[in-house]
C-alpha cells in the first residue's frame, strides 16, 4: 500500500474519532420541585440550571478528543515504524493499519471515561444549582418546612403582551407574583381551556390580612 492511503488511513480512522466526547444532552440526576412551587417557575430553574451546568463542561470536551485523536495519531505512526522495519513498504502499510486500528480502540476508550468523568461533573453542578434554587435534590436534606410570609406587599403587576386566543374556548390567566421563601418571582400568564362553557377565571392574587398578605390561588368558576 503506498504511503498515500497509509496516511488517508490513517486521516480518515482519526477523523472517526471527532467528537467522541460530547457536552452532555442533559442531567441524569432526578430533582423534584420544592414544595409549592409553580411548575413554571421549575422548568425556568431547569432551564437556567441546564445552562450553567453545560458551561461548566465545555472547556472539557475538546481536549477529551485530542487526547483521543492524538492516541490514535501515536499507535498509526508506531505500528507503521515497526512494520517497515521488518517488511519495508508492506509491511509499514501492514503495520500502520493495525497501530490504527488499536490506537483508535485504546482513544476510544478513554474518550469514553473521559465523557463519564464530564456526566458526572455536569450531573454535580447542575444538581448544586437546583438546589441553591430551593429545589428538592436526592441525597440531600430539605429544610424543616416552615412558611415564612412575604414581608410586604408583591410589586405591582407586570406588563404582559396577550396574544390572540387560539379559540373562543380558550382563556387568558393573567400573571402572577408567587412568593418562593424568600422572594417574590414572576410567573407569566398564559391561555387555558374552559372546563365548561361558562366557565370563567378567578386570577391568582394576593390579599392583605391584619399585618401579612396571604396569596390566594386562581380558580375557575361558573
Not at 441546564?50 to 478528543?65: D, R
Not at 501515536?74 to 493499519?97: D, H, M, N, P, Q
Not at 480502540?105 to 473521559?114: D, I, M, N, R, V
Request: charged residues 5%.
Amino acid at each position: 500500500m503506498p504511503l498515500k492511503r497509509i496516511g488517508v488511513s490513517a486521516l480518515a480512522m482519526t477523523m472517526a474519532l471527532a467528537g467522541c466526547a460530547a457536552p452532555p444532552p442533559g442531567p441524569t440526576v432526578q430533582v423534584m420541585p420544592a414544595p409549592n412551587k409553580p411548575f413554571e417557575v421549575f422548568v425556568e430553574d431547569q432551564n437556567y440550571c441546564k445552562q450553567y451546568a453545560e458551561q461548566q463542561v465545555n472547556a472539557q470536551v475538546q481536549p477529551a478528543n485530542n487526547q483521543a485523536v492524538g492516541t490514535a495519531v501515536v499507535g498509526t505512526l508506531l505500528g507503521a515504524g515497526l512494520g517497515a522495519a521488518i517488511g519495508g513498504g508492506s509491511g509499514a502499510a501492514v503495520g500502520a493499519a493495525s497501530g490504527a486500528v488499536g490506537g483508535t480502540a485504546l482513544g476510544a476508550s478513554g474518550s469514553q471515561a473521559q465523557q463519564g468523568a464530564i456526566q458526572q461533573q455536569y450531573d454535580n453542578a447542575y444538581a448544586q444549582c437546583m438546589y441553591a434554587k430551593g429545589n428538592q435534590v436526592p441525597g440531600t436534606q430539605p429544610p424543616a418546612p416552615s412558611y415564612q410570609p412575604p414581608p410586604a406587599a408583591p410589586p405591582p403587576a407586570q406588563s404582559e403582551y396577550i396574544p390572540p386566543p387560539p379559540d373562543n374556548r380558550y382563556v387568558w390567566q393573567p400573571g402572577y407574583w408567587q412568593w418562593s421563601g424568600y422572594q417574590y418571582q414572576w410567573v407569566p400568564g398564559h391561555y387555558a381551556q374552559r372546563p365548561t362553557p361558562n366557565a370563567y377565571w378567578v386570577p391568582d392574587h394576593w390579599q392583605q390580612y391584619q399585618a401579612g398578605w396571604a396569596f390566594i390561588p386562581g380558580h375557575w368558576q361558573g
